[in-house]
């Protein structure tokens, strides 16, 4: 099975969060007409494979405000040799469109951002998930001034809603502010601290890929090296096992691939929407 990382041009978001990696822009209507075309012209390509695809969007931007993303993820849902499509998402958007998907196959990333969204307008859209049968991850920022909202989010979600804490980008945690974390999420250890990877076994460039807009295929979103286009089929020949060529990786969405982590097990059947195995636990 081939594992695609997609993220389009798409850069806005209706959301400013402070501590967000993510260089923001106001998308003009023709950089959002590009960035449709884009996705559509992906999705056509997925639709005439014959592997086993799994997708994962990982967008600048907020995706699931746009039409185009949400029939990209119902269309996807609905061809058989798509494994698992899921999205990145703040779940500022509407949850009905989720009824047209195939539910069997469609999963949310969803994050939590206490100062741009009031608590009880995301529980409810959580709720609306959860009654419209959709299989999602909720997560937060592991900052203090969030650890009240995650605690509190933590006892109104479904017990089978797995919470998840991402460590905040250069912060340092002490053993007792991860023990406080770890409280809410178990799996907090691996994005505490980066993880050591240079010249270690990683899966993406082989079974997982990154692709842009323009069809340019990497081995991942943090690795600048291109290996083709996914359109001319040139990056075919480039896949193969291959290390890490960086020295650390801290971002989930990386280091799952890391073949020296055991989170293939931890997440399996989850991987992409980041939910655990053994969930509940």
Known sequence: MLTI???GPLASCDYDCPYCPFAKRRDTPDQLRADRAALERFVAWVKDQRQSISVLFTPWGEGLVRSWYRRALVDLSHMPHVERVAI???LS???DWTSEADLDHLALWCTYHPDQVPYKRFLTKC????TLGVRYSVGIVGLDEHLESAHRLRKDLPPDVYLWVNAAEGHTYTDAEAARWTEIDPHFSYSRTPHPSQG???RTGE???????EGTVRRCHF???VLGNLYDGSYRESLRPRPCPLGTCDCHIGYVHLESLPLYDVFAGGLLERI???WPR
């Open 200 to 202: 270690l076994p990683c």
């Open 93 to 95: 958007h509407r949850t």
């Open 127 to 130: 709720r609306d998930l959860t």
């Open 223 to 225: 690795v600048p090296t």
């Open 5 to 7: 990382l997609y993220r």
């Open 88 to 90: 990145q998402t703040n």
């Open 207 to 213: 079974t997982v890929i990154s692709v842009d807009g």
């Open 276 to 278: 655990p195995h053994a």
